[in-house]
Structure formats: C-alpha cells, structure tokens
C-alpha cells in the first residue's frame, strides 16, 4: 500500500506565484483532508471532502485559497497569488468514512514544506 | 466551536525518565485519538480511545480516557531516545466526523 502521496515535497516560490498542491488518497479511502502546520498555530483544518464533495471549507483562510477534488484519487489545494505569511508545512489526510470501527482514523500524507519569499 | 487544549506545549526529559502530556476537550468527545509526529515527518496515528474510562497499552506508553470523555493523557514510561517527535492528541465531537487536534506536546529526550 502506497499510502497516501503529495507533491511536491518541497516548494520555493516567489510572493505573487500561484502555487498548487497535489494529493493522491489511499485508494478506497472516501474522505480527504487538507491540513497546514506552522509553529504558530500549530495543525489547522483547511478543508474536508467527503465522497469528493467539500464539506467544510471553513478552515480556508481567504479567498486565495482553492481547493477540488475532480475524482476519488486526486486532490489539489491552490494558493493564488501566494503571499509569505502561507509558508506552511501542507498536509493532505484520507480515511474512510463509516468503517464502522468507531473512529476516524486519518492517514497523512508526507506533507508539502512550501517556502514563499 | 469545540477546542482541545494540550499541555505542556514542550518537555525536556532525561532518557529514562517518565512524560506524561494532556489532552482536554471544551465538549464531550465521542472518541480521541492519538498521534505522533516525527521531526520533520508527518503525524502518525498511535491509538484510538472511546470508552469512558478507557485504558490501552503499547509496551511503554499507556493511554487513558477521561470518565467524562472530556479529557486524555499518554504517559511514557522510562523515556527513549526514539521517543523524540510531538504528540497530538485529537479529539472527535459527538456527531462530528472531524478531528480537533491540539496544539501537540514536543518532547526531547536528552540521552
């Protein structure tokens, strides 16, 4: 199992760029989860897709921020125009939705360390 | 809206020593979960707790569930060197299918 993938790995961009984020789930997995770390404000809900469909965008900071899921395997989240205050750590999550274990456990994917200067 | 509030937000530990990190939630939770994230890695799930009360093990670390479902602690017994990483608690609303985390405990361990 590939668990599940992001890229790129690493992003440096110039303020003004747009920038865009790639997640592929773990495959069967239903539901996706756009996350941004910073030392500040530590692990932040950007956005939930359940079934493709997005949920709760309220975590998106402004308008800047966009995010889709076109089908069950692939996932972006675009930033545009970038500025520097979104130089983040970016991490896709996926589960399954009513597993019935109780729970939901959510895998993470690599993350995406993107550097706005 | 629901908040899950984690402390201490950094420990400094001896190898060998115990750490304890706790996890307290502004509502009732229907489960948390635990997660632990490497430096420069991504959070890894450890253990999910949903009953009142609840206590589970693995080898060192014990995690237990607050009777009012409102509260978490993970404790690790006699500290590693491969202890190293924040721990995240992350808590689930009654209804919720979304996870509050907190703001994670970093631990060092100072061999």
New interface residues.
Partial sequence: DAGVIQSPRHEVTEMGQEVTLRCKPISGHNSLFWYRQTMMRGLELLIYFNNNVPIDDSGMPEDRFSAKMPNASFSTLKIQPSEPRDSAVYFCASTLRGSGRGGETQYFGPGTRLLVL | GQQVMQIPQYQHVQEGEDFTTYCNSSTTL??I?WYKQRPG?????LI?L?KSGEVKKQKRLTFQFGEAKKNSSLHITATQTTDVGTY?C?G?GAGS????????TKLSVIP
């Fill in positions: 229907s489960n979960q890695g991504h959070p890894v799930f999910q949903v995240f992350a689930l299918y979304q996870l509050t985390f907190g703001k994670g």
